[in-house]
């Protein structure tokens, strides 16, 4: 089955403290993007990635890193957590030809506390 | 700056045409996309303009107006499964990227 495969479905960490939130895709898309969601505000771009280790900042990159090195794969790093960093996150990827939106993984709650 | 505006909500019932529209206002146009996001649930893929006029896809049709900077979605045959959020998103560089700009979503309930 084609799809975008985000982990973990959910995630309750401290201020400060590394983590990284995976995403994988099995359609041999090369753009690959993060987007985080919150209430009253929609969706906003992190970082995209065009293909393997070409990547870029979206609207909101601060507190964030990505890394591209195989092309299925596209994992979001936060250094240091901070509670503004609260969120609902979403991976998505898509193919280069015209018209096609892109395939969204489930999305990853992520509370700092 | 970018701009991308949606109505914040919308009621209509089951059997019945709505249209939902956006206006844009951004740097450059390479691209309209309609999603469809069920609460609790990842945006799906609906529609893409990007030339002007109506895309038909089944009950749903997306319509352009760059020279306006207007899209609307238009449902027909309402069915009670269509309540949900739908987002309008623009991509605003005609050059070499994925930069996407989306609007905060219009919530759309459908009554009985």
């Known amino acids: 089955e084609a799809q975008v495969t985000q982990n973990p479905r959910y995630l309750i960490t401290v201020t400060g403290k590394k983590l990284t939130v995976t995403c994988s895709q099995n359609?041999?898309?090369?753009?690959m993007s993060w987007y985080r969601q919150d209430p009253g505000l929609g969706l906003r771009q992190i970082y995209y990635?065009?293909?393997?280790?070409?990547?870029d900042k979206g609207d909101v990159p601060e507190g964030y890193k990505v890394s591209r090195k195989e092309k299925r794969n596209f994992p979001l790093i936060l250094e240091s957590p901070s509670p503004n960093q609260t969120s609902l996150y979403f991976c998505a990827s898509r193919t280069t030809a015209p018209g096609y939106g892109y395939t969204f993984g489930s999305g990853t709650r992520l509370t700092v506390v | 700056g970018q701009n991308i505006d949606q109505p914040t909500e919308m009621t209509a019932t089951e059997g019945a045409i709505v249209q939902i529209n956006c206006t844009y206002q951004?740097?450059?146009?390479?691209?309209l996309f309609w999603y469809q996001q069920h609460a609790g649930e990842a945006p799906t893929f609906l529609s893409y303009n990007v030339l002007d006029g109506l895309e038909e896809k089944g009950r749903f049709s997306s319509f352009l107006s760059r020279s306006k900077g207007y899209s609307y979605l238009l449902l027909k045959e309402l069915q009670m499964k269509d309540s949900a959020s739908y987002l309008c998103a623009v991509s605003p560089n005609p050059y070499n990227t994925d930069k996407l700009i989306f609007g905060t979503g219009t919530r759309l309930q459908v009554f009985p």
């Open positions: 951004t740097s450059g146009f390479n691209g």
């Open positions: 990635s065009m293909n393997v280790e070409v990547t």
């Open positions: 359609m041999n898309h090369e753009y």
